[in-house]
């Protein structure tokens, strides 16, 4: 069951709701937000997109601002890949609650009618109940995979359990933060941030077991700040990019309650990693006329440490 990126502004529809008398989760429940990575340049980047059409192909590169070198460096617009800000991506809600198959189910089939039930079907049925009230009531099994992560540098969702009787996760539950991934900048110019973790809910009047992995991980923050610059046909330009990293979402929180409970798996929820080092490129373009057949100019950049 999917149902990512079903987000619109701060009205989360992005939720998966189960009750049963006994849930039992063997494949995947998804709820994650989503985004595209194809990022398309906007209005500023004419220019370098002339220069260099490739780019448009390419990964995405990382903001490009007007150069401060020597000579006559042209200006150029500021070139900024960002998430779009008409989209949330955070995760979603999963919630899936065990209430139990209650015994007064036995009154009611006594009390049925002998044309609709005979005794024998009527035994054949209490029987069974009574299998499933002593051996699968009020459980929520999970050996598959739960997921309500963040996309980009939004925080994962919230994934709640409830049982009136066992909680088991032999597989994986995750509500982790998106991660920024490199060039995607914040609108000054900074490496973005991380989103931070989830919230994970397992409650149990009896037990709570986990011998996989409960995880609410914040994301990794971005490369740090960029910058880049082309030459004018036979100018030259230097450029130095100072490093801004994006800092790593914090840890989401997650809630066990139970009268007993026991863990051989992991229970992660670790703040994310901050952005790596700055990066700088410069090109150069030279084009030959009649008057000046071989143009020569070059480029440089340095990136400072991160």
Do not use: C, W
Not at 206 to 224: D, E, H, M, R, Y
């Amino acid at each position: 069951m999917d149902t990512s990126g079903k987000v619109a502004g701060t009205f989360d529809t992005n939720i998966i709701n189960i009750e049963g008398s006994a849930i039992n989760n063997q494949g995947i429940l998804r709820a994650n937000g989503t985004a595209s990575t194809d990022f398309k340049p906007d209005n500023g980047d004419a220019a370098v997109m002339s220069a260099n059409p490739n780019l448009a192909n390419n990964p995405v590169p990382g903001p490009i601002t007007a150069g401060s070198g020597t000579h006559d460096t042209a200006t150029m617009q500021n070139v900024l890949f960002a998430t779009p800000t008409s989209a949330d991506f955070r995760g979603g809600t999963i919630r899936l609650v065990a209430t139990g198959q209650t015994n007064p189910t036995t009154t009611v089939i006594n009390n049925a009618d002998s044309d609709m039930l005979s005794a024998t079907e009527k035994n054949n049925l209490n029987n069974r109940n009574a299998q499933i009230v002593s051996f699968n009531e009020a459980d929520v099994l999970n050996r598959g995979t739960i997921e309500a992560n963040g996309a980009f540098n939004k925080d994962g969702g919230t994934v709640l359990i409830a049982a009136v009787r066992n909680v088991s996760n032999s597989g994986a539950i995750r509500a982790n933060g998106g991660t920024s991934p490199d060039g995607v900048f914040d609108v000054n110019g900074n490496g973005a941030n991380g989103g931070s973790g989830g919230t994970i809910i397992l409650n149990a009047m009896n037990q709570v077991n986990n011998t996989n992995l409960i995880q609410a991980n914040g994301g990794a923050g971005s490369l740090a700040q960029s910058r880049s610059g082309s030459t004018g046909t036979g100018k030259s330009i230097n450029i130095v990019s100072t490093p801004i990293a994006g800092n790593g979402g914090q840890g989401g929180v997650i809630a066990l309650s139970y009268n007993t409970g026991s863990n051989t798996g992991s229970i992660q929820a670790n703040g994310g990693t901050g952005g790596g080092g700055s990066h700088a490129n410069a090109f150069d373009i030279e084009i030959g006329n009649a008057a000046n057949p071989n143009p020569v100019a070059s480029a440089s950049a340095t990136a400072n440490n991160g």
